[in-house]
């Protein structure tokens, strides 16, 4: 059973106003996803139809000139879309620029967790966006989140208290979820993670750890 991103995100993402690591999630989830893209076709003839219903307006000379600027400008959803110089190893287009060449055996990989790894593609203010791998199944310590992390499945699958989660499905957490996401051992699972916040794990290693956890998302 596909499990798209909530609608929230796609509206944001179809507005413009999501923030750009969002932005790229939610074009390679658009990418592998069919029911994300039919839910985000419905979103947009139901925005172009009460557009439709809206009473005409004048526009101002420089309103006009704000619009043509825009159109002339080419913001980072649509660069992404662009054909790439180099091959990014099957993963979503909108990935495609944070990859070098070579593909993502070229990325600084570093553990993160018990069997995963973690490589940095780009950070914007407080969102983090990251790839993490596990080649031999992983486990990721029971936590919830301070912000809200976005996890899109690239490759293979993993697995938590909630369900299962294939390739092109998205895994949300926030700081009413509490999970550990695991890949069974011999397997293998790549993902794309986005997130605005730290770790929080629970009990006496929480206490000892978070701060530690906060300090290592922002210098991540």
């Not at 439709?52 to 619009?67: F, H, M, N």
């Not at 979820?177 to 993670?193: E, F, I, K, Y």
């Amino acid at each position: 059973m596909p499990r798209p991103i909530h609608d929230e995100y796609l509206l944001d993402y179809a507005a413009g106003s999501a923030p750009e690591a969002v932005s790229v999630l939610v074009a390679s989830h658009l990418e592998l996803c069919p029911a994300a893209r039919a839910t985000l076709a419905r979103l947009e003839a139901v925005g172009g139809a009460l557009l439709e219903q809206l009473p005409p307006a004048g526009l101002s000379p420089s309103t006009i000139e704000a619009v043509f600027a825009k159109l002339d400008s080419t913001p980072q959803d649509i660069r992404a879309a662009l054909p790439q110089t180099h091959d990014a190893s099957g993963l979503p287009k909108a990935l495609a620029p944070y990859i070098p060449e070579g593909g993502i055996e070229k990325l600084q990989w570093r553990k993160a967790s018990r069997g995963f790894e973690e490589a940095m593609l780009t950070r914007q203010g407080p969102h983090a966006m990251s790839l993490l791998r596990s080649t031999n199944g992983g486990r990721v310590p029971t936590h919830s989140h301070t912000g809200t992390e976005l996890l899109l499945v690239l490759d293979g699958s993993f697995h938590d208290e909630r369900a299962v989660y294939a390739r092109g499905d998205v895994s949300i957490g926030d700081g009413d979820v509490m999970h550990s996401p695991t890949v069974d051992r011999g397997q293998n699972c790549l993902c794309l993670a986005v997130d605005d916040g730290a770790a929080r794990l629970p009990g006496v290693t929480g206490r000892l750890l978070n701060p530690f956890l906060r300090w290592y998302a922002k210098a991540r």
